[in-house]
């Protein structure tokens, strides 16, 4: 059975942290679906279409990376895309408190998916993108902060 990941998150935008735990999860899955959730009560900086058009830019060439966008619950998604796996980074402990509570509720709402962290290398882990876009706000270099081919013009 082919092993799918979904990464779930907002993505807004897509920083250096976010592609270091696409790398390294890359040996783990056939298959890594980036899905952005629509989040009505979240205030984006960037659309939704430009930030699928700017992540989808960025993984091109890698066949086992795609992008989409969900409106449903997580888990309701996974099942949808026949996935098994839900992939996110875990950069402190306050992401841990976080985290667990959510991973819990979701094995309770499915317990075929299984929700997969990765920690966070030190350089990422205070890599945030509220601080990317506060940075721009302001009109300052996010550049050490977002992939060095992500085109966010
Ligand atoms: P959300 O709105 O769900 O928090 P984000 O787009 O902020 O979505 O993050 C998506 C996932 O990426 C989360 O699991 C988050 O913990 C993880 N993440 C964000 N930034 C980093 C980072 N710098 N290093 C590792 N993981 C990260």
Do not use: W
């Amino acid at each position: 059975m082919e092993k799918i990941a979904v990464f779930p998150g907002s993505f807004d935008p897509f920083t250096r942290g976010h592609e270091n735990i696409i790398l390294r999860a890359l040996p783990l899955f056939d298959r890594i679906i980036i899905a952005i959730g629509e989040n009505s009560e979240k205030k984006n900086f960037f659309p939704l279409n430009k930030r699928i058009q700017m992540i989808r830019k960025l993984y091109e060439g890698h066949s086992k990376v795609t992008v989409d966008h969900y409106q449903e619950l997580t888990v309701e998604y996974c099942r949808q895309v026949g996935a098994r796996f839900l992939l996110r980074g875990l950069r402190t402990a306050a992401d841990f408190e976080f985290e667990r509570a959510i991973a819990q509720v979701n094995l309770m709402m499915n317990p075929e998916v299984e929700t997969i962290f990765l920690l966070s290398r030190p350089e990422y882990s205070s890599m945030n993108s509220t601080l990317v876009r506060e940075i721009l706000r302001y009109g300052g270099d996010v550049s050490p902060f977002i992939p060095e081919n992500l085109d966010i013009g």
